[in-house]
């Protein structure tokens, strides 16, 4: 439960910003936020150790 709603926070915060400027389409926005999480997921689950997780999850 506290996964899914730091993955719904993190895509908030991540296109909030993005969805704000006219020029750029929510959607979008939205997708580049996915293909963001998706890679730090994959950085996560590549990590090897305590301090890999922690730079994985600051990239």
């Known amino acids: 439960m506290?996964?899914?709603f730091s993955?719904?926070?993190?895509?908030?915060l991540i296109c909030?910003?993005?969805?704000?400027?006219?020029e750029i389409d929510p959607s979008e926005a939205?997708?580049?936020a996915i293909l963001e999480l998706e890679a730090a997921a994959t950085a996560l689950a590549n990590a090897e150790s305590a301090s890999d997780?922690?730079?994985?999850?600051?990239?």
């Open 30 to 32: 939205a997708e580049a």
């Open 2 to 4: 506290r996964a899914r």
């Open 7 to 12: 993955l719904l926070l993190s895509v908030f």
């Open 16 to 22: 909030a910003p993005v969805a704000l400027h006219a």
């Open 53 to 59: 997780r922690i730079v994985a999850a600051d990239d």
